[in-house]
């Protein structure tokens, strides 16, 4: 890690603050419900747009279209080509739709 600092004693490092977002992700096969790590002060949409070619999901658990859950990790990253749709959804809904 780095620290600097500017002439009025600003400090800049490289580390980045993210907020996790609870979403649901369809792709070309599967729907995947997990959360995916936004800048703080950003939205959904730029973390879409970054030129990376994979998206970083955590807590990630992965449905067939019978909505049977086929497997689950900590952490996955889903090539972005390969999504169709994403939306966010907050965590009460998400643990209706789970139950």
């Known amino acids: ?23 649901a992700i369809q792709t070309v096969t599967h729907l995947v419900r997990g959360l995916v790590h936004v800048r703080e002060g950003e939205r959904l949409k730029n973390e879409l747009e970054r030129v990376e070619m994979f998206l970083a999901v955590t807590n990630a658990v992965i449905y067939d ?10 952490f996955m990253a889903i090539q972005r080509s390969q999504i169709i749709w994403i939306m966010p959804v907050d965590r009460e809904s998400q643990k209706d739709l789970s139950e």
């Open 65 to 74: 279209a019978g909505d049977k859950v086929l497997f689950s990790a900590p």
């Open 1 to 23: 890690m780095t620290i600097e600092y500017d002439e009025k004693g600003k400090f800049y490092t490289d580390i980045i603050k993210k907020l996790p977002v609870s979403v």
